[in-house]
């Protein structure tokens, strides 16, 4: 398995714009979580999926952030407007029923 | 919630020498401490983990030990090598929660 995808890995943006993150769990895997990781917060939990669904998104900073799940195999985190504060790795993490989760390589988010 | 925090923050030793982390936790209802080696640019790798119904768990060179009265759980790695240099972080969960919340990483540092 190629493990968990994430793309873009780098991603540069102005201020007010819209910024998308894209994550392809591994085959299999029903849970996903979105995680951001500064050097100020260090590693979030922004929100996770069980079978598609959202559970819990208590961890998202405010509205300009919003995640879905469409199928199994995707899910998208967007930021509507980006500012300077969202600079940042997101990482996408995936497990199945033995609890371990796994991690993708992450994108970093640089918003000017 | 849950609180976790990990100590020290970097640590220097010199190749062959053991290497131990400490992480402390807040929610007695946590049972689920995992670890992960963060190298630089990808993504945090789960390298042991431990469920509050054992008390130590060994892997080659890595053991993690878990005190749940005291509410703590340690890292220990023995004969370090260069290649065990990266960032270490500890965290808890209630298994069936998946919320996983991190201590703020151990930059560890093995010295040729």
């Known amino acids: 398995d190629a493990g968990v995808i994430q793309s873009p890995r780098h991603e540069v943006t102005e201020m007010g714009q819209e910024v998308t993150l894209r994550c392809k769990p591994i085959?299999?895997?029903?849970?996903l979580f979105w995680y951001r990781q500064t050097m100020m917060r260090g590693l979030e939990l922004l929100i996770y999926?069980?079978?598609?669904?959202?559970?819990?998104d208590s961890g998202m900073p405010e509205d300009r952030f919003s995640a879905k799940m469409p199928n199994a195999s995707f899910s998208t985190l967007k930021i509507q407007p980006s500012e300077p504060r969202d600079s940042a790795v997101y990482f996408c993490?995936?497990?199945?029923?033995?609890?371990?989760?796994?991690f993708g390589p992450g994108t970093r988010l640089t918003v000017t | 919630g849950e609180n976790v925090e990990q100590h020290p923050s970097t640590l220097s030793v010199q190749e062959g020498d053991s290497a131990v982390i400490k992480c402390t936790y807040s929610?007695?209802?946590?049972?689920?401490f995992p670890w992960y080696k963060q190298e630089l640019g990808k993504g945090p790798q789960l390298i042991i983990d431990?469920?509050?119904?054992?008390g130590e768990k060994k892997d080659q060179r890595i053991a993690v030990t878990l005190n749940k009265t005291a509410k703590h759980f340690s890292l220990h790695i023995t004969e370090t090598q260069p290649e065990d240099s990266a960032v270490y972080f500890c965290?808890?969960?209630?298994?069936?929660?998946?919320?996983?919340?991190f201590g703020g990483g151990t930059r560890l540092m093995v010295k040729p």
């Open positions: 085959s299999g895997h029903d849970y």
């Open positions: 965290a808890a969960s209630m298994i069936a929660g998946n919320m996983l919340t």
């Open positions: 999926f069980n079978n598609n669904v959202p559970i819990d």
């Open positions: 993490a995936t497990r199945s029923n033995s609890y371990e989760q796994y």
């Open positions: 431990i469920r509050s119904n054992v």
């Open positions: 929610d007695s209802a946590s049972n689920y």
